[in-house]
């Protein structure tokens, strides 16, 4: 299976989506639950090798990478920047990424996927972000943050879950709440 996205009009935009099942099945891209904050989720068992690449964009702007993997084999991240492959049991992994570096995902079978890449435009980010954080991502291009979610209360796995929940309701008063309390808990 392939998942091919990028940003364009400051949106994420699902380009090419190859599999057997149903595109809505596995991922789902919600653009207009929070202003200016693009989410793209992408929850499945792995049967066979998974791909997602991440096309670099014009957009100033970042990528906020969150996942969780249970059950998992092998595990490649890719970009020109860097490459991490983990054969851990289980996965959970925060990465920020520029918007203008592309990058790829891959996934054995086995694994059980529960990911939610965010947009955020490049104005949005530096209300959000620390400026020291913006000046390394930067300088490197990609940033791991997965050594705060130890500082994290719940398992990622747990603080998808609710905020999936949360992008599902169409006029949710609680994603702004979820979505600053966990840039803030991995960014402190």
């Known amino acids: 299976m392939e998942i091919v996205y990028t940003v364009e009009n400051d949106k994420i935009k699902l380009e090419n989506f190859e599999g ?3 595109q809505e ?10 202003s200016g904050v693009s989410f ?17 964009a014009p957009a100033n702007g970042v990528i906020l990478s969150i ?6 084999s092998r595990f490649e991240f890719q970009s020109s920047a860097n490459v991490c492959i983990n054969f851990a049991p289980t996965v959970e992994s925060i990465q920020l990424m520029s918007t203008d570096l592309t990058f790829d995902y891959s996934y054995e079978p086995s694994a059980i996927l529960n990911r ?3 947009y955020i435009p490049g104005e949005r980010a530096k209300e959000l972000f620390p400026g020291k954080l913006l000046i390394q991502l930067n300088k490197r291009q990609i940033l791991d943050l997965s050594p705060a979610a130890n500082k994290f209360l719940s398992s990622l796995d747990e603080f998808l879950s609710i905020m999936i929940k949360e992008l599902d309701k169409p006029a949710s008063k609680s994603l702004h709440i979820y979505f600053e309390s966990f840039i803030n808990s991995v960014t402190s």
């Open 40 to 56: 793209t989720h992408i929850k499945a068992p792995i049967i066979n090798k998974t791909n997602t690449v991440f096309v670099a």
């Open 116 to 118: 939610v890449d965010i």
């Open 20 to 22: 057997v099942k149903k």
């Open 67 to 72: 996942q969780a993997i249970a059950q998992n």
């Open 25 to 34: 099945e596995v991922v789902k891209v919600y653009d207009n639950r929070l």
